[in-house]
């Protein structure tokens, strides 16, 4: 850069968002996260924030396997995606497993997050009123079924929370060339199982994850699966660590994904719910690898 007042201006621009980071993230910190649960025993610790995969009890099975071997308690924070994504950012937590792959590439590239590691997946379901008063049994894709729901102005439930659930939500939207919005789209702000129950109530459409449905599709017994099977609606999960140094248990956290990685954590997913539900909740790292975009 020849022109030196140029320089300058560059140079202050780079110190002035390197100080409004600190800041965010001070401030951020001065207020923590609220602690859903820990698991294990150990002396050491880490902070992990996720969502789905703890409600359900994936996190648990996960986390006190990992104390048996490394004696490190897994402390969960609560959280869908879009807020883990911004706990990481503010170093509030080491750790986040999550299902966002274009916030995963942006933290990735602005360098708060590393470690990208693929865990595992699960897909999507658009569940409804056995009914189906928008006859999306009959769709053709994700869009397709929405531009139906639409079109009926049936009752649809959505998270509006910018989970990874919320997310996809809004991309299959906007590949259906719709903003959604009238009274028949009702936004919870609120979690999965939560949202269900909801969809159940208001005799609504919406998009769940298969998991949640095999484990807790007994709070909404007049909801059925009405559309599957879009490639596109397939949730590949992925873990993240904070950078070297970045947060105080970072280096446990990095551990505990590669035990998460690993064949005994592999076996963990894959085979998590087999015993109680009849089915997996979770397919393992290398079924989701085909479907990475």
């Given amino acids: 850069m020849r022109n030196p007042q140029l320089r300058i201006c560059a140079l202050l621009t780079t110190l002035l968002m390197g100080i409004g980071m600190q800041v965010s993230i001070a401030q951020a910190q001065s207020s923590p996260p ?21 409600e359900l009890g994936l996190l648990q099975q996960l986390g006190e396997a990992f104390d048996k071997k490394e004696g490190a308690r ?33 933290a990735i590239a602005e360098g708060w997050a590393t470690g990208r590691t693929l865990i595992g997946s699960n897909e999507f379901y658009i569940v409804g009123p056995k009914a189906d008063a928008a006859k999306i049994k009959t769709a053709s894709s994700g869009a397709d079924a929405y531009i139906k729901i639409a079109k009926a102005q049936a009752n649809f439930i959505s998270r509006g929370d910018k989970s990874g659930t919320h997310q996809k939500e809004m991309d299959i939207w906007k590949k259906a060339g719709i903003s959604p919005e009238g009274n028949w789209y009702i936004v919870t702000n609120d979690f999965m199982t939560a949202s269900l129950k ?40 992925d873990a993240l660590v904070a950078p070297v140094s970045a947060t105080e248990n970072r280096d446990i956290a990095a551990n505990f994904i590669q035990f998460v990685a690993s064949d ?12 109680q539900y009849k089915e997996a909740l979770y397919n393992d790292a290398v079924y989701a690898k085909q479907y990475v975009q």
């Fill in 198 to 237: 909801k969809a159940n109530t208001d005799k609504a459409y919406f998009m769940t994850d298969s998991s949640t449905w095999v484990a807790e599709k007994n709070v909404a017994p007049d909801l059925q699966i009405l559309y599957r099977g879009d490639p596109y609606l397939v949730n590949t999960y």
């Fill in 74 to 106: 897994l402390v969960w924070i609560k959280a869908g995606s879009g807020a883990s994504l911004n706990l990481l950012k503010t170093q509030q937590v080491d750790m986040i497993m999550v299902h966002a792959p274009e916030g995963v590439n942006k």
């Fill in 264 to 275: 005994e954590g592999q076996a963990i997913i894959r085979n998590y719910g087999k015993a």
């Fill in 34 to 54: 609220k602690v859903e649960a820990t698991y294990g025993q150990g002396n050491k610790s880490f902070k992990l924030a996720t969502g789905s995969p703890g």
